[in-house]
């Protein structure tokens, strides 16, 4: 299934080019001279992407001074491993499309994962905002898919369940033979586990998925950008008490924060200023203007409240 860019942009940075050299070793030769690490350097500085590289760098040190205590290592490895595990075979392919390797993948997930830990920290959850998520919570559901090229393809593969007496091993069947979705069409189209926050699937996809019961399909062929799907439900717990979901309700909000960008804003401009910025560089020194002359500011979940939860 083709899905929105799985790993998180941190403050509009994720590129991770190596800009601190500074020198006249040779970056690279050629027939009419070399380039410099200064040369190099100094062209790159300049550049749209080159300034998104320094922006990181910088955010990731005083992220890590601030709340490399709360990401562990175990916590990397574990989202490394759900890409790798999703992605399979096709793991390496997934890198190289994304110009990443291994251990810059793992550089960004850390990243993310800290700037989420920041975004908790400003994240003020009130009793209201709680009970605004369980409107529209929904817990993780796993299911299965068959992606197809029209209406028709979709309807046929729907009528082969209807009669089918084993509808999950004949779907798993199906999308071995019809989907052309090569992501998971030799895993019986097996989609990663999603709730309500999820901001990689098609809407109309989750819409459908939300609405079945465990072992049900999509009675009619599902539109989504991708083509047309048909949807099993292999588990979809159910919802139960407000009271029992507590943590996962302020983790959605805080997911839900983390994909807004004036929020966002407003925590990578708190997270600066604390960490004492300054740009050495004159070339550089207006880089982080829109975030340290900010006004817009957030109170970190350590303020008092009667509100807090």
Not at 181 to 199: E, M, Y
């Amino acid at each position: 299934m083709k899905t929105k860019k799985l790993i998180a942009v941190v403050a509009g940075a994720a590129l991770m080019l190596p800009l601190a050299a500074c020198g006249n070793k040779a970056v690279a030769t050629t027939s009419g001279g070399k380039i410099t690490e200064s040369e190099y350097y100094s062209s790159m500085k300049q550049t749209s992407n080159g300034k998104q590289v320094l922006q990181q760098m910088i955010l990731d040190k005083v992220l890590e001074k601030q709340y490399g205590k709360q990401v562990s290592d175990k916590q990397v490895t574990a989202q490394y491993n759900t890409y790798k595990n999703q992605y399979g075979s096709e793991f390496s392919a997934f890198l190289s499309q994304n110009g990443l390797t291994s251990q810059s993948l793992k550089d960004q997930l850390r990243s993310n994962l800290l700037l989420e830990a920041a975004v908790r920290n400003y994240s003020h959850i009130t009793s209201k905002q709680i009970d605004k998520q369980w409107e529209k919570y929904q817990p993780k559901v796993q299911t299965a898919e068959i992606l197809v090229g029209s209406k028709s393809e979709a309807e046929n593969i729907i009528s082969q369940l209807d009669s089918a007496s084993n509808k999950y091993s004949t779907f798993k069947k199906l999308a071995k033979s019809e989907s052309t979705d090569t992501s998971n069409n030799k895993t019986g189209g097996r989609v990663p586990a999603f709730d309500n926050t999820d901001t990689s699937l098609d809407s109309a996809y989750k819409k459908a998925a939300f609405k079945l019961k465990n072992g049900e399909y999509t009675s009619t062929p599902v539109k989504t950008d991708d083509g047309y799907q048909v949807i099993y439900m292999i588990e979809h717990p159910a919802k139960g008490k407000k009271s029992q979901h507590i943590n996962d309700l302020k983790n959605q909000i805080v997911k839900e924060n983390m994909n807004n960008k004036t929020f966002l804003h407003k925590v990578v401009s708190n997270v600066l200023k604390k960490g004492n910025v300054s740009i050495k560089d004159k070339d550089s020194k207006n880089i982080l203007d829109e975030y340290l002359n900010s006004n817009a500011t957030v109170s970190s979940s350590t303020s008092s409240s009667s509100e807090s939860n």
